[in-house]
């Protein structure tokens, strides 16, 4: 398949391979790269295809939070799930969000006990719904980073113009630069290189991983989501750290350009305005998250339905703080591929599949030794 | 309790379970919770032999005469999709499940379960499709019944079919007999059923459009068998890749077995169409129901000669050998890469598709 095939060939990856052991200096501890795929499906990819364990040993892949589903706060999920049980209510969602465990059930079990809950891939597909069902609410439950933004911008935007009034959005909107300015912070961060997000910047462009990079002396390459992609940006940033550079560089340029996508900035920057948002697993970061402007009021379910008053607090002894910010591995976890599993999972990153843990869990289960590898046996 | 096990009882989440006392869609699926649910419900309900062998058909000795035995309910959504409709699903589905017994299928009974409000005109059409696949596949239907359901309590038209065939003396075929050494044989190309029923409840639209493969395989059984000495029991085992898809079934295999299967991922053929729609989707081909297309663990000595049969029937004209049986201390599956890596290709864990079959 054109513009696939090409990224996945083996011949490729193996002459990067080559390049980046080529091009890495040292070995052992003193010299060690240890760089972050910020989004899950980078993630995802390089489990699929165990590109870490082909890169040199002191090169080590850690994994961002950039799971939107993994860092969806659970107060998001309670809300989600109230709604759904009022009969009143359609609410709309990815598929994703709908095993993700909140405080007491999940959106299946709600669904399976009457709830009114309906999978989409877009949300103009929940427009439709509100369209052909006037007597009810139609809630979309809008997660995601800048990738979502436009297209749920877009959503709300089209609601206003058709004056659709059983229609609005219950958002978990979040930023990538603040995340990563967090992480930065930091004091326990390791990470000396970023594969930055390529479908975000695709929308926003890499502008603002350029003052992060001259911010904190940190390589970020804008990456793709195929294997080749992924082992180009880690050649990219072997390069920048061996020469003791830092800048932000493009190795997505089949999809990302510079300045990103102008118009979908504009109906994002229309619709939502940014604001503090919650992290699952991470806690507040400041002006890391969009919310729905007033002029749009009319269409956030947050305020329509009351919900602002429903606060969860999330107890902290959770691993997946530290999975979502690199700092542990999902296999440090005691819980991993034992009490949690993708059927079971006690937390978000074992839902998603773009999830770190769950990651893991469907692709590393068949090595020997691990814990994880125990349960496979049962 | 040890002392590792102890600690991981107190250990907290910020997450705790959902309860797990009431049935979601998940549990159709094929997959690992349609597996708990066989376990924990229904075996220990209705134990004995014939059922714990857990195979696509019973094989029953009836007075020296050797029968399989299966049924399967019909609830797909839409009705009439690219490739086949509800009708020609019934009939092609339990005659797949005789045929993967090695049976000749003969004899097939239609329930029709109706919600109030259906078109006669759709019912017409949906039962003269039974009618030619049944012609087609050479089995009679031969028994019936019909119910009618209050609007709002079925989804216009469920089918469940039964079917009788006749299995040959001296045939041995069973998911738990897969031995290290074996080849696994792929019919053809994977995920066309899933990806057609998808495309046309979304109102996806590809270039080329995507048809079911929804097809009676007696024939291309007959064939293998008829290229394989039967005594000798070199083909192992027959699986028709329906709900879970292809990774489901392997992994039944395995844990019916008690072996590893290892696969190639470049030996799977994938159509492109199938390919696009599925990377379009987020959804791995490997989870995809097939309808036309089954999955044969055949002695390696034999591989060749049943692959070669398969080769010349039109339903098995893509056949692979797609990857082998290898000893491990536990059931798994798992694919090498064309990088060269291997992963572990799990059971589908809830729900790809709603309501395929």
């Given at each position: 398949?054109?513009?696939?095939?090409?990224?996945?060939?083996?011949?490729?990856?193996?002459?990067?391979?080559?390049?980046?052991?080529?091009?890495?200096?040292?070995?052992?501890?003193?010299?060690?790269?240890?760089?972050?795929?910020?989004?899950?499906?980078?993630?995802?990819?390089?489990?699929?295809?165990?590109?870490?364990?082909?890169?040199?040993?002191?090169i080590?892949?850690?994994?961002g939070?950039?799971?939107?589903v993994?860092?969806?706060?659970?107060?998001?999920?309670?809300?989600?799930?109230e709604?759904?049980?009022?009969p009143?209510?359609?609410?709309?969602s990815?598929?994703?969000m709908?095993?993700?465990?909140?405080?007491?059930?999940?959106?299946?079990?709600?669904?399976?006990?009457?709830g009114?809950?309906?999978?989409?891939?877009?949300?103009?597909?929940?427009?439709?719904?509100?369209?052909?069902?006037?007597?009810r609410?139609?809630?979309?439950?809008?997660i995601?980073?800048?990738?979502?933004?436009?297209?749920?911008?877009?959503?709300?935007?089209?609601?206003?113009?058709?004056?659709?009034?059983?229609?609005?959005?219950?958002?978990s909107?979040?930023?990538?630069?603040?995340?990563?300015?967090?992480?930065?912070?930091s004091?326990?961060?390791l990470?000396?290189?970023?594969?930055?997000?390529?479908?975000?910047?695709?929308?926003?462009?890499?502008?603002?991983?350029e003052?992060?990079?001259?911010?904190?002396?940190?390589?970020?390459?804008?990456?793709?989501f195929?294997p080749?992609?992924?082992?180009?940006?880690?050649?990219?940033?072997?390069r920048?750290?061996?020469?003791?550079?830092?800048?932000?560089?493009?190795?997505?340029?089949?999809?990302?350009?510079?300045?990103?996508?102008?118009?979908?900035?504009r109906?994002?920057?229309?619709?939502?305005?940014?604001?503090?948002?919650?992290?699952?697993?991470?806690?507040?970061?400041?002006?890391?998250?969009?919310?729905?402007?007033?002029?749009y009021?009319?269409?956030?379910?947050?305020?329509?339905?009351?919900?602002?008053s429903?606060?969860?607090?999330?107890?902290?002894?959770c691993?997946?703080?530290?999975?979502?910010?690199?700092?542990?591995?999902?296999?440090?976890?005691?819980?991993?591929?034992?009490?949690?599993?993708?059927?079971n999972?006690?937390?978000?990153?074992?839902?998603?599949?773009?999830?770190?843990?769950?990651?893991?869990?469907?692709?590393?289960?068949?090595?020997g030794?691990?814990?994880?590898?125990?349960?496979?046996?049962? | 309790?040890?002392?590792k096990?102890?600690s991981?009882a107190?250990?907290s989440?910020?997450?705790?379970?959902p309860a797990?006392d009431?049935?979601?869609?998940?549990?159709?699926?094929?997959?690992?919770l349609?597996?708990?649910?066989?376990?924990?419900i229904?075996?220990?309900?209705?134990?004995?032999p014939v059922?714990?062998?857990?195979?696509?058909?019973?094989?029953?000795?009836?007075?020296?005469?050797r029968?399989?035995?299966?049924?399967?309910?019909?609830?797909?959504?839409?009705?009439?999709?690219?490739?086949?409709?509800i009708?020609?699903?019934?009939?092609h589905?339990?005659?797949?499940?005789?045929?993967?017994?090695?049976?000749?299928p003969?004899?097939?009974?239609?329930?029709?379960i109706?919600?109030?409000g259906?078109s006669?005109?759709?019912?017409?059409?949906v039962?003269?499709?039974?009618?030619?696949a049944?012609?087609d596949?050479?089995?009679?239907?031969?028994?019936?019944?019909?119910?009618?359901?209050?609007?709002?309590?079925?989804?216009?038209?469920?089918?469940?079919?039964?079917?009788?065939?006749?299995?040959?003396?001296n045939?041995?075929?069973?998911?738990?007999?897969?031995?290290?050494?074996d080849?696994?044989?792929?019919s053809?190309?994977i995920?066309?059923?899933?990806?057609?029923?998808?495309?046309?409840?979304?109102?996806?639209e590809?270039?080329?459009?995507?048809?079911?493969?929804?097809?009676?395989?007696h024939?291309?059984?007959?064939?293998?068998?008829?290229?394989?000495?039967?005594e000798?029991?070199?083909?192992?085992?027959?699986?028709?890749?329906?709900?879970?898809?292809?990774?489901?079934?392997?992994?039944?295999?395995?844990?019916?077995?008690?072996?590893?299967?290892?696969?190639?991922?470049?030996?799977?053929?994938?159509?492109?169409?199938?390919?696009?729609?599925?990377?379009m989707?987020?959804?791995?081909?490997?989870?995809?129901?097939?309808?036309?297309?089954?999955?044969?663990?055949?002695?390696?000595?034999?591989?060749?000669?049943?692959?070669?049969?398969?080769?010349?029937?039109?339903?098995?004209?893509?056949?692979?050998?797609?990857?082998?049986v290898?000893?491990?201390?536990?059931?798994?599956v798992?694919i090498r890469?064309?990088?060269?890596?291997?992963r572990?290709?799990?059971?589908?864990?809830?729900?790809?598709l709603?309501?395929?079959?």
């Open positions: 398949m054109k513009f696939m095939d090409e990224y996945r060939d083996a011949a490729i990856a193996r002459r990067l391979l080559a390049e980046i052991a080529r091009t890495v200096g040292g070995q052992g501890p003193m010299h060690k790269h240890v760089l972050m795929e910020i989004c899950g499906g980078q993630t995802h990819t390089i489990m699929r295809y165990g590109l870490d364990e082909l890169l040199p040993a002191n080590e892949l850690v994994h939070p950039g799971c939107p993994c860092v969806t706060p659970l107060e998001t999920i309670d809300k989600a799930l709604l759904a049980t009022r009143e209510v359609i609410l709309v990815y598929g994703d709908l095993r993700v465990p909140g405080s007491a059930t999940d959106l299946f079990t709600v669904k399976a006990q009457g009114d809950v309906r999978v989409v891939y877009s949300p103009t597909e929940a427009l439709k719904i509100a369209r052909q069902n006037a007597d609410k139609v809630v979309f439950l809008a995601g980073f800048e990738t979502t933004a436009p297209a749920n911008a877009m959503a709300v935007w089209e609601a206003k113009q058709e004056k659709i009034g059983n229609f609005s959005m219950l958002v909107h979040v930023l990538v630069p603040p995340a990563i300015r967090a992480l930065m912070t004091p326990d961060c990470v000396n290189g970023f594969i930055a997000p390529g479908h975000v910047c695709t929308v926003v462009g890499y502008g603002e991983y003052i992060l990079s001259r911010d904190f002396h940190v390589p970020i390459v804008v990456g793709g195929e080749v992609d992924l082992l180009e940006a880690v050649l990219m940033l072997v920048q750290l061996e020469k003791g550079e830092a800048r932000a560089e493009n190795q997505y340029v089949r999809a990302t350009n510079y300045q990103g996508n102008l118009p979908a900035q109906v994002i920057k229309d619709v939502f305005e940014i604001a503090d948002q919650k992290w699952r697993g991470i806690g507040t970061i400041p002006a890391s998250g969009l919310r729905i402007r007033d002029k009021g009319d269409y956030d379910a947050s305020r329509l339905f009351g919900l602002a429903i606060n969860v607090d999330e107890p902290a002894e691993i997946s703080a530290q999975v979502l910010q690199g700092l542990k591995k999902p296999t440090d976890c005691p819980a991993f591929g034992m009490r949690c599993t993708p059927q999972p006690l937390g978000a990153p074992m839902v998603s599949s773009e999830g770190a843990c769950a990651a893991y869990y469907n692709y590393r289960r068949h090595r030794g691990s814990q994880a590898s125990i349960v496979c046996s049962q | 309790m040890d002392e096990t102890n991981l107190q250990l989440c910020p997450a705790p379970l797990k009431t049935i979601v869609l998940g549990h159709g699926s094929g997959g690992r349609s597996a708990d649910l066989t376990r924990s229904f075996l220990p309900a209705f134990a004995n059922l714990s062998r857990l195979d696509d058909q019973a094989i029953l000795n009836v007075k020296g005469v029968l399989a035995f299966t049924t399967d309910s019909f609830v797909v959504k839409p009705l009439f999709f690219p490739g086949g409709d009708g020609s699903l019934a009939v589905g339990t005659v797949n499940d005789l045929a993967m017994g090695g049976a000749k003969l004899f097939l009974s239609v329930a029709f109706i919600e109030e259906l006669i005109a759709v019912l017409r059409r039962v003269e499709s039974l009618r030619a049944a012609h596949a050479g089995v009679e239907i031969v028994t019936g019944d019909t119910k009618v359901v209050e609007k709002g309590s079925g989804d216009q038209l469920f089918i469940n079919t039964t079917g009788i065939g006749l299995v040959p003396d045939l041995e075929l069973s998911a738990n007999r897969a031995r290290p050494g080849k696994v044989l792929l053809g190309s995920g066309e059923h899933g990806i057609a029923i998808l495309a046309q409840r979304e109102g996806l590809f270039e080329c459009p995507v048809e079911s493969d929804s097809a009676s395989l024939n291309l059984v007959a064939a293998m068998l008829a290229a394989a000495n039967i000798s029991g070199a083909i192992r085992c027959l699986r028709d890749p329906t709900r879970g898809g292809v990774s489901s079934t392997l992994n039944e295999i395995a844990e019916q077995s008690n072996i590893g299967i290892q696969l190639e991922e470049s030996a799977i053929p994938i159509r492109e169409e199938v390919r696009g729609a599925c990377e989707l987020g959804l791995d081909p490997l989870y995809v129901a097939n309808e036309g297309k089954l999955i044969a663990i055949v002695a390696p000595e034999t591989a060749d000669a049943v692959l070669g049969a398969m080769r010349a029937n039109p339903l098995g004209k893509n056949a692979q050998v797609i990857g082998a290898v000893e491990s201390a536990w059931p798994i798992t890469t064309e990088l060269g890596t291997s572990c290709v799990d059971m589908l864990a809830g729900d790809q709603p309501r395929i079959c």
